[in-house]
Nanobody, 125 residues
Framework: VQLVESGGGLVQAGGSLRLSCAAS????????WGWFRQAAGKEREIVAA????????YYADSVKGRFTISRDNAENTVSLQMNRLIPEDTAVYYC???????????????????WGQGTQVTVSS
């Protein structure tokens, strides 16, 4: 299973970015997927998660109301729309998948088995 993120970059505070995650070796259907981020010198933390089957979602408090996780069945991608970005959102963002089909949302790093290589998001003030 390979996950590849895209869409990162440099943006001014208040701007928007859209991250996408594409998978090879696995379909998205039936699994739970998450977006994590890791800022310099900090631990990796969950940003958002989605259950592909139910569509249920989870957001960290720090991004609620600004970020939206979504799935695209046709394109077989999971996306993270990030609006009203702030400098504190600067980090490497990772897409991740749980290992077992039918798993519920996962909230910690250890609950996810497959990871992308990450994409840098930098928000300037």
């Amino acid at each position: 299973v390979q996950l590849v993120e895209s869409g990162g970059g440099l943006v001014q505070a208040g701007g928007s970015l859209r991250l996408s995650c594409a998978a090879s070796g696995r379909t998205f259907s039936g699994y739970a997927w998450g977006w994590f981020r890791q800022a310099a010198g900090k631990e990796r933390e969950i940003v958002a998660a989605i259950n592909w089957r139910s569509g249920s979602t989870y957001y960290a408090d720090s991004v609620k109301g600004r970020f939206t996780i979504s799935r695209d069945n046709a394109e077989n991608t999971v996306s993270l729309q990030m609006n009203r970005l702030i400098p504190e959102d600067t980090a490497v963002y990772y897409c991740a998948s749980r290992a077992t089909i039918g798993s519920d949302l996962g909230y910690s790093v250890r609950e996810y088995a497959y990871w992308g290589q990450g994409t840098q998001v930098t928000v300037s003030s």
